[in-house]
């Protein structure tokens, strides 16, 4: 089983990875191809995937449409004016982070691919370990170094940090992230990790709270 709806579900994502922007409805159904796709590549990989490396591929690529498109200059939804499809927006594009990451882990080095089917497996995430991580990162390093202008959450920020933090124990990513390692320290986790005014005024909040009154 199984074979019958990959072919199915993959005329549905060639339908919405060619919009020209997101629609609520539209946005729904991505956040739901990637829910299934996140289930079907979990722990290890459906015969038909593995035997059908254009179908992967395709999957792959719509993985990293979802996460490339805040940085590629499409339309991002304002929280303001249209807060159910910014938030609907931004939860594809967690899903499509959750997914690199946990392929990052799961599928990142042969090593990693154990079980009786690990050769045929090992060769059908070959392209994913050479070609996918190297453009995962590059999405990844944009999304966080764009952050405040496109009005990310601060959850996928938080997501992209772990991808980069990870990337670290893989030779093709780490080739690509190297050069940017100390952009990355000085223009983003510095300012990350340095308080801000706003967590002054809260500390010195939580200390006028919790003194202890004068007798």
């Known amino acids: 089983h199984g074979v019958v709806p990959f072919p199915v579900l993959e ?6 990875a060619a919009l020209p922007e997101p629609t609520l409805e539209s946005l729904q159904i ?29 999957w792959l690529s719509f993985v990293l449409h979802t996460l490339e498109r805040p940085t590629k200059g499409a339309h991002v939804p304002s929280e303001q004016t249209q807060n159910i499809i910014h938030g609907h927006y931004w939860k594809a594009v967690k899903r ?18 154990t079980g009786k089917d690990r050769s045929d497996i090992r060769k059908a995430v070959a392209p994913f370990q050479t070609q996918f991580v190297p453009s995962i990162v590059i999405g990844f390093l944009n999304l966080v170094a764009r952050r405040t202008e496109l009005g990310a959450p ?13 990337a670290t124990r893989y030779s093709k990513a780490w080739e690509t992230l190297k050069p940017h390692v100390q952009a990355l320290v000085q223009q983003l986790a510095f300012p ?19 003194s202890p009154s004068p007798r």
């Not at 191809?33 to 179908?55: D, E, R």
């Not at 002054?200 to 709270?209: G, P, T």
Request: glycine share 4%.
């Open 30 to 58: 991505e956040r739901l191809l990637l829910k299934m796709f996140w289930s079907v590549g979990n722990m290890s990989l459906p015969p038909y995937l593995v035997h059908n490396p254009a179908s992967l591929t395709k």
């Open 154 to 166: 601060d959850l996928i920020v938080y997501w992209g940090l772990t991808f980069l933090g990870n």
């Open 11 to 16: 005329q549905v994502l060639d339908v919405i």
């Open 192 to 210: 990350i990790i340095c308080p801000t005014q706003e967590d002054l005024s809260l500390f010195q909040d939580c200390l006028l709270y919790t």
């Open 96 to 113: 499509a982070a959750e997914i690199s990451l946990r392929w990052l882990l799961r599928y990142g080095k042969n090593e990693d691919v």
